[in-house]
């Protein structure tokens, strides 16, 4: 009995590549409308995703018709930025023959890469608060995630990972590396940083977080690595204690509502308002269902890496209230349906360029070239949670003698997961909550 490509794509270990790592077999398990591919690549400097969509275009096409013949869509919609004119190029060439696959042109603004975003832009369509794309008939998936679902229908699972290293390195590199090597080994094949003190963000500047080990690993899930000094402001924002970041919210906020008319759910139609839980916090208590529309901030970081003018930081408010109803037994209780997004949303909208310049970027924002040729490390650390869900659960021993392909760890029962393959062939020298490797 053949496969279907739900299984094929379980087996490889294919995860979300752009953002949470969700397991993929997971999400394309459904009946929808329409697939959307998330070409947008939001966040200033990274640029993975568009250079793939240039130099390896029809193999994101054959995993995209796939997933679109297996979900019984009408319609898949390619959203990219039309700067990207490499990749609009080679489509509209490639698709004059193909019917039912369109390119849906976005504009350049932030975050035109958040789904809920990405489907308004591409269908129309307003995803209900705390639901998800397939509520509205969507599948969205990245560029990198059906590049990978192409190659599990080759029989190739999920074992290297495309990474754009930018900001004050030597030369900003996307590279192609093993899962498993070290970020310090990323580092190294830019040429490493331009001086000694330095904080290295994973992903983008705007969402990303600080890196505290240059040692950890990199997983199905790393897409950027921003280097900068130290001492830039950005790295200080991020570094921000919560503590002092809520004595400001106290102090500071004056209720100008600037993070609320900006706010990407907000225009949206959903009722997210960062003024109001910035007040929460001054005033509180802020322990209860009156303040669960925090569950809805997507933590964009529109709110305070660009808009506020006194430097406050709605979205850091926001994720500690998460965490804090989360603690307290307290679910996202919201579930409204918009029927129109707010008037002004197409105003409102925040032109990457001018955000590069708020944020002292546009030093760092130039060309990061692809380099296909696969990294050859002597050595992988495979984490065990590189998705969403359950760890994955060992299936080899100290000892084992593994080729690069083999299947290493697999999906606990009746649990949410992902397999895990190795990366490289050689000996497994470790097994904790790790996969060690070694040449």
């Known amino acids: 009995m053949e496969k279907s490509l739900v299984d094929i794509v379980k087996e490889a270990g294919v995860v979300g590549a752009g953002g949470a790592g969700f397991p993929t077999h997971v999400k394309i398990n459904a009946q929808v409308e329409y697939v959307v591919v998330n070409g947008a690549e939001c966040e200033p400097l990274l640029r993975v995703d568009q250079q793939l969509m240039a130099t390896r275009g029809e193999e994101m096409l054959r995993g995209l018709k796939a997933v679109k013949e297996a979900a019984g869509a009408s319609k898949a919609l390619i959203g990219l930025k039309k700067k990207y004119y490499a990749a609009i190029e080679f489509f509209q060439k490639r698709l004059a023959t193909e019917t039912g696959i369109e390119l849906a042109v976005l504009g350049d603004f932030y975050p035109a890469g958040d789904e809920q975003v990405l489907v308004y832009e591409t269908t129309g369509r307003i995803v209900p608060e705390g639901g998800i794309p397939l509520h509205v008939g969507v599948i969205v998936a990245n560029v990198e995630t059906l590049i990978n679902i192409s190659n599990a229908l080759a029989g190739n699972p999920v074992t290297e990972k495309y990474i754009t290293v930018a900001g004050w390195v030597q030369k900003p590199i996307t590279v192609k590396v093993p899962l498993g090597v070290t970020i310090k080994e990323v580092l ?4 490493g940083p331009l001086g000694e003190n330095f904080a290295v963000i994973n992903g983008g500047p705007m969402m990303g977080g600080i890196l505290e080990d240059l040692n950890s690993p990199v997983t199905k899930t790393t897409k950027g690595l921003v280097v900068l000094p130290e001492d830039h402001a950005l790295i200080a924002r991020k570094t921000s204690d919560l503590s002092h970041i809520l004595k ?70 926001n994720m500690m209230v998460k965490g ?4 307290a037994g307290i679910r996202n209780n919201n579930n409204r349906k918009p029927q129109e997004a707010r008037p002004m949303r197409e105003y409102r909208r925040i032109p990457v360029k001018r955000l590069v310049a708020r944020l002292d970027l546009t030093t760092y924002n130039g060309p990061a070239p692809l380099d296909e040729k696969l990294y050859q490390p002597q050595k992988v650390i495979l984490s065990l949670r590189q998705h969403i869900g359950a760890p994955s659960l060992p299936c080899v021993e100290v000892g084992s003698k593994v080729e690069k392909g083999d299947l290493v760890a697999v999906i606990p029962e009746n649990a949410l997961g992902a397999n895990l393959h190795a990366s490289i062939s050689g000996t497994v020298t470790q097994v904790g909550n790790a996969i060690v490797i070694e040449v």
Request: with cysteine; net charge negative.
């Open 248 to 317: 400001q919210a106290r102090a500071a906020c004056c209720r100008c509502m600037q993070c609320t008319e900006v706010c990407p759910r907000y225009l949206l139609g959903h009722e997210l308002r960062p003024d109001e839980m910035m007040q929460v916090v001054s005033f509180g208590p802020y322990i209860g269902e009156q303040v669960t529309q925090a569950f809805l901030c997507c933590e964009c970081g529109v709110c305070d890496l660009y808009q506020c003018p006194m430097g406050l930081s709605p979205r850091r408010v």
């Open 324 to 327: 804090e109803l989360a603690k």
């Open 188 to 191: 190294d094949l830019a040429g």
